[in-house]
């Protein structure tokens, strides 16, 4: 096993739950809010601070104009001028990119795929679901009604269309954006993460 697996997902989709069962299915790590914690431990900002630009991009001057008060750790003068939600995203993509060269393992949103664009070991994909599957498995996760749960979903895929569209030079949940994109709701997790798992052997299969 040498692939990275990158995943992209819709808000209730599974994704995260789905990347870390492929991940335990071939040994390798599974990367998500781990990751802060790593970007942040080599970054030298706060996990916090990270953790409240996670995915969410911020164009508020004002906001940024205050953040970056504050010393968060890069001291170089290219950096003084950038907002701070821009400097979380380079904290990121730089922990990205050393996480993938250190060897296979599966990281699970943040533009993981275009920080890793170069990689030709890595694998792409995106897991959607049908709306109803997505709102029943909010509304079980959070304890929340109908109504509430779409909400969530809405604000929450907004949230992360945004950022990816904002950083990287592709589309949020594209076809042509990805290698691979699959609609949970038709397999289920557990089926989706064996249409995966034979994915990745087919291709590390053909890549010898």
């Not at 906001?63 to 904290?91: C, E, H, R, W």
């Not at 009604?145 to 909400?151: F, G, H, I, T, Y």
């Amino acid at each position: 096993m040498n692939t990275v697996i990158t995943i992209g997902r819709q808000f209730g989709s599974g994704g995260r739950e789905i990347g870390e069962k492929v991940a335990s299915h071939f040994g390798i790590k599974c990367y998500d809010k781990e990751l802060l914690t790593r970007a942040a431990k080599e970054s030298g900002y706060c996990e916090e601070m990270l953790a409240n630009h996670d995915e969410r991009p911020t164009n508020s001057f004002l906001y940024n104009l205050v953040m970056d008060t504050y010393s968060f750790g890069y001291n170089a003068s290219s950096f003084v001028d950038m907002p701070i939600s821009q400097k979380v995203f380079l904290a990121q993509f730089d922990t990205i990119k050393k996480i993938a060269k250190e060897g296979p393992c599966v990281i699970v949103g943040r533009c993981a795929d275009y920080a890793l664009s170069d990689f030709s070991n890595c694998l792409h994909l995106f897991i959607y679901a049908d709306e109803s599957a997505r709102v029943k498995r909010i509304r079980e996760k959070y304890n929340l009604n109908d109504a509430k749960a779409k909400d969530m979903i809405v604000k929450k895929d907004k949230q992360r269309q945004s950022y990816y569209n904002y950083y990287s030079s592709k589309k949020w949940g594209r076809a042509d954006s990805y290698d691979l994109c699959i609609n949970s709701s038709v397999l289920g997790i557990d089926g989706t993460v064996r249409l995966v798992s034979q994915y990745i052997q087919d291709f590390e299969n053909r890549a010898e």
